[in-house]
């Protein structure tokens, strides 16, 4: 089974400095602290010109699009999500998007590489046996958000036509 990491394409003009007015703790952003999180909570962003709004987006929070929600509502029934508004004060520019708190993994392999602090990963290398039955997942242990997809969901959500995403393929021990 073939598995990928999920990302936002930085190649399009994306909101940034998302979450600056901090409403949202990141710290709160996993399964176990969802009920922290307020639901229709109100996020500042800011937007370059010819804003284009992506079907995923990571980091600092993880955000999805409506149909990328409901791809993971379809393959992990329960999935807990919070709605949050992106809003631009200045020019009234706003998109509402998806928070999901998805299962965390510890599934790393001692083969992966991490950077010089430890706090991110360069190379991800995955244990098989502890992925192979999950179809979205984040690893765990992380404040950013490394989200893994498995093929049969990659496949789904390309099929529907999610835009601004990248795609990397995770080696699996």
């Known amino acids: 089974m073939k598995f990928f990491l999920l990302g936002t394409d930085k190649g399009n003009h994306i909101p940034y400095s998302i979450n600056k007015n901090r409403i ?8 176990r602290h969802s009920y922290k999180i307020p639901d229709g909570c109100v996020v500042d962003m800011q937007l370059p010109m010819e ?3 992506p079907d995923l ?25 919070k709605i949050v508004f992106l809003l631009e004060y200045e020019s009234g520019v706003n998109a509402i998007y998806h928070m999901p708190f998805l299962e965390e993994v510890d599934c790393l392999s001692d083969q992966t590489i991490k950077n010089h602090g430890g706090t991110g ?3 991800i290398v995955m244990e098989e046996e502890k992925v192979a039955a999950k179809p ?16 049969d969901f990659v496949e789904s959500i390309l099929r529907r036509g999610v835009e601004g995403i990248t795609l990397e393929e995770v080696f699996l021990v």
Not at 136 to 151: D, E, K, N, W
Request: glycine share 8%; aromatic share 16%; no cysteine.
């Open 24 to 31: 949202i703790d990141i710290r709160y952003t996993d399964r």
């Open 51 to 53: 804003a284009f709004f």
């Open 57 to 81: 987006l990571i980091g600092p929070l993880l955000l999805t699009s409506r149909v990328f929600a409901n791809v993971i509502d379809m393959y992990v029934p329960g999935t807990i999500f």
């Open 121 to 123: 990963l360069v190379q």
């Open 136 to 151: 979205i997942f984040r690893i765990a242990g992380y404040t950013h958000p490394y989200v893994i997809g498995r093929l």
